[in-house]
């Protein structure tokens, strides 16, 4: 990236803060904006404010080129390009509340106000179709400029999972850039450009088009994870069944791809779930039935709340046992989060019957605390192995290298009776004689 390219970020949660490392890290001049005075003293110092593989490491070794600041105007002042990546927390029929962001375009718009050069905002917080030109409406009024004049406005959300950020934002499938005119279109797709270590494809539309992609595309992967889970169940109930091997061959098929066709826990995350429901909503502000993505999520819940617990009960009763350690609470591996966790929905379920569950999980634990609060028999481990110990069954409910490592002894020296479900078929220990290895998606 060019060395004079100046940024600012606004919003330094674990997407914005990324952003930032990233643009730091191909040699731009970045300016990240918080109202979180902790967030900016410690990216000041060179210390990351969020936890995301990579991201620490890109901050320290690019100090030089980052700064931080509560103050929107000497951002603004000081960058021509402003990223917009703050909340759009969903309400309760799906829609996105977008507070955040026209805050954050209010206090830009007046920065704008006091400068002559050309200025780039790029909303990229999710957004639904007609939100972005309203953001233009602020941007407007606070600044007392023209959009396609004085300033360009651009909708550019990313895909990416958390644990992972780092990778996707520099290697992204394609770039999605919704524009208010050319000049603007032109001036972000220089920046990715100059980004990405890979060549994907961008695609340039109207910032409705962009914003329906957006959520049309997640809602779309939700129904592939949900389409494998049904894969997955039934294997689970025919001779020989054996969702992997089915999922596997489906994804040879190029109409059908294999990422996300594969059987495991239900999806969930900050993404996910609040996606498909948006795009349920907007399809109904149109008049347009979608009982596709409301079913998605029907079946979703369906598997994390009756199927998986019911399994592990069916389990842990034929052992005769009542003791069952948790490996895994976040939505994924590699996050804190433990929003919409499978696994957090899979032990409320379990927690209202008379059992000891014993959890553990690498970096959720202070999250889980909280979500779990309420729960009775709930114990926190402080490693794999103390969360195994004289358990009756273990359930692998997120995937872990650091699960993936444990030998066939942790198991079976640790747990009263080593009985494994793996959610993930992680551990594969299908040979090994001394343990009952049961895979999801498997007979």
Same mark, same amino acid.
């Given at each position: 990236?060019? +060395? !004079?390219?100046? *940024?600012?970020?606004?919003?330094?949660?674990?997407?914005?803060?990324?952003?930032?490392?990233?643009?730091? @890290?191909?040699?731009?001049?970045?300016?990240?904006?918080?109202?979180?005075?902790?967030?900016?003293?410690?990216?000041? /110092?060179?210390?990351?404010?969020?936890?995301?593989?990579?991201?620490? !490491?890109?901050?320290?070794?690019?100090?030089?080129?980052?700064?931080?600041?509560?103050?929107?105007?000497?951002?603004?002042?000081?960058?021509?390009?402003?990223?917009?990546?703050?909340?759009?927390?969903?309400?309760?029929?799906?829609?996105?509340?977008?507070?955040?962001? !026209?805050?954050?375009?209010?206090?830009?718009?007046?920065?704008?106000?006091?400068?002559?050069?050309?200025?780039?905002?790029?909303?990229?917080?999710?957004?639904?179709?007609?939100?972005?030109?309203?953001?233009?409406?602020?941007?407007?009024?606070?600044?007392?400029?023209?959009?396609?004049?004085?300033?360009?406005?651009?909708?550019?959300?990313?895909?990416? +999972?958390?644990?992972?950020?780092?990778?996707?934002?520099?290697?992204?499938?394609?770039?999605?850039?919704?524009?208010?005119?050319?000049?603007? %279109?032109?001036?972000?797709?220089?920046?990715?450009?100059?980004?990405? &270590?890979?060549?994907?494809?961008? #695609?340039?539309?109207?910032?409705?088009?962009?914003?329906?992609?957006?959520?049309?595309?997640?809602?779309?992967?939700?129904?592939?994870?949900?389409?494998?889970?049904?894969?997955?169940?039934?294997?689970?109930?025919?001779?020989?069944?054996?969702?992997?091997?089915?999922?596997?061959?489906?994804? =040879?098929?190029?109409?059908?791809?294999? /990422?996300?066709?594969?059987?495991?826990?239900?999806?969930? %995350?900050?993404?996910?779930?609040?996606?498909?429901?948006?795009?349920?909503?907007? +399809?109904?502000?149109?008049?347009?039935?979608?009982?596709?993505?409301?079913?998605?999520?029907?079946?979703?819940?369906? @598997?994390?709340?009756?199927?998986?617990?019911?399994?592990?009960?069916?389990?842990?009763?034929?052992?005769?046992?009542? @003791?069952?350690?948790?490996?895994?609470?976040?939505?994924?591996?590699?996050?804190?989060?433990? !929003?919409?966790?499978?696994?957090?929905?899979?032990?409320?379920?379990?927690?209202?019957?008379?059992?000891?569950?014993?959890?553990?999980?690498?970096?959720?634990?202070?999250?889980?605390? *909280? +979500?779990?609060?309420?729960?009775?028999?709930? =114990? =926190?481990?402080?490693?794999?192995?103390?969360?195994?110990?004289?358990?009756?069954?273990?359930?692998?409910?997120?995937?872990?290298?650091?699960? $993936?490592?444990?030998? $066939?002894?942790? =198991?079976?020296?640790?747990?009263?009776?080593?009985?494994?479900?793996?959610?993930? #078929?992680?551990?594969?220990?299908?040979?090994?004689?001394?343990? &009952?290895?049961?895979?999801?998606? $498997?007979?």
């Amino acid at each position: 990236m060019k +060395a !004079e390219t100046k *940024i600012s970020v606004f919003g330094m949660g674990k997407l914005g803060c990324t952003m930032l490392a990233c643009f730091a @890290h191909k040699g731009a001049q970045v300016i990240g904006v918080d109202i979180n005075e902790d967030s900016v003293s410690k990216l000041n /110092k060179g210390l990351s404010p969020i936890y995301e593989p990579g991201v620490a !490491e890109l901050i320290k070794k690019n100090i030089s080129k980052i700064s931080a600041t509560s103050d929107a105007k000497k951002a603004v002042l000081n960058s021509s390009v402003s990223f917009i990546i703050v909340p759009t927390p969903s309400e309760k029929n799906g829609s996105f509340n977008t507070k955040a962001v !026209e805050s954050v375009a209010t206090e830009i718009g007046k920065a704008l106000s006091q400068k002559t050069e050309y200025h780039l905002v790029i909303v990229t917080s999710t957004v639904l179709p007609g939100d972005t030109t309203r953001i233009v409406g602020v941007l407007e009024k606070t600044s007392g400029k023209k959009c396609n004049v004085d300033f360009g406005v651009c909708y550019n959300p990313d895909f990416i +999972a958390l644990g992972t950020v780092v990778r996707d934002f520099l290697n992204p499938d394609m770039v999605l850039i919704g524009e208010s005119d050319k000049k603007a %279109g032109d001036t972000l797709c220089e920046i990715h450009e100059n980004l990405v &270590d890979n060549k994907p494809s961008i #695609n340039r539309m109207s910032f409705e088009n962009a914003e329906l992609t957006k959520i049309a595309l997640n809602s779309y992967c939700t129904l592939k994870i949900t389409f494998a889970n049904i894969i997955a169940e039934i294997c689970e109930k025919i001779p020989g069944g054996n969702s992997t091997v089915v999922t596997t061959a489906l994804g =040879f098929d190029t109409r059908i791809g294999n /990422k996300y066709l594969k059987g495991g826990l239900s999806y969930g %995350g900050p993404c996910f779930p609040r996606d498909n429901k948006a795009f349920a909503w907007t +399809a109904g502000q149109f008049g347009v039935l979608n009982t596709l993505a409301m079913k998605t999520d029907e079946v979703n819940d369906f @598997h994390r709340t009756s199927r998986i617990p019911e399994k592990l009960l069916s389990i842990l009763s034929e052992k005769k046992g009542t @003791h069952i350690a948790v490996l895994g609470l976040t939505y994924k591996a590699d996050t804190t989060l433990v !929003e919409e966790s499978a696994a957090i929905s899979v032990i409320k379920t379990l927690a209202k019957n008379n059992i000891k569950i014993s959890v553990y999980d690498p970096a959720g634990l202070p999250d889980a605390k *909280i +979500a779990l609060k309420d729960c009775p028999n709930i =114990f =926190f481990s402080d490693n794999s192995k103390a969360c195994l110990k004289d358990a009756d069954l273990c359930f692998i409910a997120a995937p872990w290298k650091e699960f $993936k490592e444990l030998s $066939k002894n942790d =198991f079976v020296e640790q747990m009263k009776t080593p009985v494994i479900f793996d959610a993930w #078929n992680l551990v594969n220990f299908e040979s090994e004689k001394n343990i &009952d290895y049961i895979q999801i998606g $498997k007979h």
